[in-house]
């Protein structure tokens, strides 16, 4: 039998990479996507850039020319922006989005002609916590997470007649390179947000260097894929992370963000 074919965005580093070893592990035929080439990988790397339309269609097309075939995406790529929202230039925020959403969006937009001709397909899109809890000092990033987390949901909708499944898995902190690679907003010499700011991305980074390991959330991805009826939603990560999920959804919003406020560093 055919190796089933999954194309993986966001796949040199973090989630995505742990994603595509263990799937590489468990038999898939992997080809993991990125703007810069991973090493020590034992699946197939294709260089394609989600901000560009370009980049896109040509690496779904190089994949379908190659194998005939995607049957499943896992939607990983993104990076991080911190720093007070009003002092986050436009250009910033509207990167952020670029990458986070709109390169899910433009990866989507491309593979479900495919899907549909297929008959079916699995749409993975990462999310986070922070697409359903706001993070103080990441602002545009929580934002473009919480767009995901509606596309996803409408689209859900949209594609369910050509059992197209669609998942959105919604982490919390994971040790990654992810706090290497955040970017940060200048900040002005005479800042009203200083103490506050820098408290938080403080306490933001801790957790993240102290978080769960990767291979959870791939181990979960999979169960996901091989899943005959997906979850819309699943979260994964600490069990006092996970929690907050739920807090915010039975507790009055007062009451919820007053016992928010330690664990996220404001």
Excluded at 8 to 15: F, H, L, V
Aim: net charge positive.
């Amino acid at each position: 039998m055919d190796r089933k074919v999954i194309l993986i965005t966001g796949a040199s580093t973090g989630i995505g990479r742990a994603c595509a070893d263990q799937l590489h592990q468990s038999g898939w035929r992997v080809v993991g996507t990125s703007r810069r080439e991973p090493s020590d990988i034992g699946w197939q790397h294709l260089r394609m850039d989600v901000d560009d339309d370009a980049s896109v269609s040509s690496g779904v097309q190089a994949i379908l020319k190659e194998y005939g075939r995607i049957d499943a995406v896992i939607l990983s790529a993104g990076w991080g922006l911190a720093g007070a929202a009003e002092q986050t230039p436009i250009a910033e925020a509207k990167a952020q989005f670029e990458t986070n959403f709109w390169g899910a969006v433009r990866v989507t937009n491309e593979i479900l002609p495919v899907f549909r001709r297929q008959g079916g397909g699995r749409l993975v899109f990462m999310s986070s916590i922070g697409g359903l809890i706001a993070l103080p000092f990441q602002s545009f990033y929580s934002a473009s997470k919480f767009a995901l987390e509606g596309y996803a949901e409408s689209l859900a909708y949209e594609v369910d007649p050509y059992k197209v499944k669609v998942t959105l898995v919604e982490p919390g902190n994971f040790v990654t390179s992810f706090s290497d690679s955040r970017r940060s907003v200048p900040s002005p010499s005479s800042d009203p947000y200083q103490t506050a700011r820098e408290k938080a991305i403080k306490s933001m980074e801790h957790d993240e260097r102290h978080g769960a390991d990767p291979v959870d959330i791939a181990k979960l991805v999979e169960t996901v894929l091989a899943s005959a009826k997906p979850p819309r939603r699943v979260s994964v990560g600490k069990f006092n992370e996970r929690m907050g999920l739920i807090a915010k959804r039975l507790l009055p919003f007062t009451t919820f963000e007053r016992s928010a406020r330690s664990s996220l560093g404001v």
